[in-house]
């Protein structure tokens, strides 16, 4: 079965991509919203603080006119107890020019005369008018803010300055009660020139990249408050930091769970087509050798060639041979399914290894159809180790046959052994094939594959033999390498670790 990884890749990447797309919407839009509604806390703190501030300075007025009966405020306006008991029946605002060493500023004054005349009265009504007093809510909280400034104003230019220290402080509190917790500094500014009557903003202090507020707070809209914090931009980037850390890695999460599903998908086709091969090749491998010692033994049994003692030995030889190729093949298939198990179960013994290795290279001479010149050599002398003899066997097996069945029409392989100070043994098995390309080394020790040979077919296999040997030699504390250079032949090094588990 051919899976469509085309489609599945092209559906994965849409997928993403709208993931991402959704995503970057939504933290865009929360960031849009945390945002405005930081600013609105900030503008909301900076007008709190200007009412608490303006009511401190009058609170602290009434009670120096209550202990003091009547008081004269900075020499402009004198206030007694009279205003106080009327103060809710006159509320009458008139605005008297004066100048300041500052410059030219508007000064307004209390009047506690019962006696308007009707020219204020018409522009009261005017006035109240243009506001729409008592149209709606909205219209009220303008009344409220005018009031306001007028208070505001009276108590500058009759009282005392603004207290900066106050208003910074009620600010402070503002922000922080709303978990804000921002940097900000406040000055008072004449607009009309844009000079700084009073700050609390250090020298140091670059304003270049800072977020500046202004609040007019006097009923001739010439003075303000200037407030100076952190871009907001700034702030609600540290207020979304758990918010983006958690998305990124949902979203590498997500990343990374799609990539290893492409990899399982390209790893589930390559292994469908090893399994398709190694089915072609399983089932040629085992038609062989039953038909030709079934065509072997017909010969015997109905063409008289049993007869002859020559030809007997001679096809009962080959029945012999092709059924130990059978054995062999039918032995790894059931290796292969062992070696999955958890409970696969290894008998050490002491092994010679030179007697072990003699009788595989006999075995190998036996059944080479081409002339095999196989070398062997150990260090020290009657080198013995502690192994699974079968297993080992096998190993050393699959390497030699390996070795003959990718050499050319001579072959010369050299089996060394030598056991290092350290105790490790390492059995080397040196041919002189057709090699093996530094990417294909890569895959050599892989479930079902097989090194590329082009158009050659003579080189039978069905991709196990160094996987298996790899898979037991992990279970047998031990470690195969591979080195090999194209037309220049290979070296499998088998290394038996000593006390490693």
């Not at 230019?157 to 220290?165: E, H, K, R």
Request: with cysteine; charged share 25%.
């Amino acid at each position: 079965m051919k899976l469509p990884i085309r489609h599945i890749a092209v559906l994965v990447l849409i997928s993403l991509l709208g993931i991402f797309a959704y995503q970057g919407y939504w933290l865009g839009n929360m960031y849009k919203a945390t945002q405005a509604n930081t600013k609105s806390i900030i503008r909301d703190a900076i007008q709190n603080a200007d009412h608490v501030e303006v009511f401190m300075r009058a609170d602290s007025l009434g009670r120096a006119l209550r202990v003091n009966g009547s008081a004269s405020i900075t020499g402009k306006v004198a206030f007694s107890n009279y205003f106080d008991k009327h103060l809710e029946e006159h509320q009458l605002v008139k605005r008297t020019d004066i100048k300041n060493e500052v410059g030219k500023t508007k000064h307004y004054s209390l009047s506690l005369n019962e006696d308007i005349d009707s020219d204020s009265a018409k522009t009261d009504k005017r006035r109240d008018d243009s506001l729409g007093i008592g149209k709606s809510f909205h219209s009220l909280e303008r009344l409220g803010t005018e009031l306001q400034k007028a208070l505001h104003t009276a108590l500058d230019l009759t009282y005392s300055n603004i207290n900066l220290s106050h208003f910074d402080s009620v600010m402070h509190h503002e922000l922080k009660a709303h978990q804000l917790n921002i940097r900000h500094y406040t000055q008072v500014v004449a607009l009309a020139n844009d000079s700084v009557m009073m700050s609390s903003l250090p020298s140091s202090v670059d304003t270049s990249r800072m977020d500046h507020w202004e609040r007019i707070y006097d009923i001739s809209n010439q003075f303000a408050y200037r407030v100076y914090t952190e871009p907001t931009g700034v702030v609600v980037l540290k207020q979304m930091t758990g918010i983006l850390v958690s998305s990124f890695f949902i979203l590498l999460i997500i990343v990374a769970s799609f990539v290893y599903l492409i990899r399982i998908i390209l790893q589930q086709r390559t292994l469908d087509e090893m399994k398709t091969d190694f089915t072609n090749n399983v089932t040629h491998e085992l038609k062989t050798p039953i038909a030709v010692a079934y065509a072997a033994n017909d010969a015997l049994l109905h063409f008289k060639q049993g007869e002859v003692k020559e030809q007997r030995d001679r096809y009962l030889q080959i029945s012999m041979e092709q059924l130990q190729r059978l054995s062999r093949l039918v032995e790894q298939i059931l290796s292969m399914s062992m070696e999955r198990r958890k409970t696969l179960t290894l008998h050490p013994e002491t092994i010679v290894v030179r007697d072990l290795i003699r009788s595989l290279i006999e075995q190998q001479k036996l059944k080479a159809e081409k002339p095999v010149e196989i070398v062997y050599a150990e260090e020290p002398d009657g080198l013995t180790l502690e192994a699974d003899r079968t297993h080992l066997g096998n190993i050393i097996g699959n390497l030699l046959d390996n070795a003959i069945k990718y050499s050319g029409d001579v072959v010369r392989v050299e089996v060394n052994c030598r056991r290092d100070e350290t105790g490790n043994v390492t059995i080397a098995v040196k041919d002189n094939g057709i090699g093996i390309s530094a990417e294909c080394q890569k895959h050599v020790f892989e479930k079902f594959y097989r090194v590329p040979t082009g158009n050659r077919h003579d080189r039978k296999g069905y991709g196990l033999g160094l996987y298996y040997v790899s898979t037991i030699l992990t279970r047998m504390n031990g470690s195969i390498r591979v080195e090999s250079e194209p037309g220049n032949g290979s070296t499998f090094t088998v290394t038996l670790w000593k006390g490693r588990k």
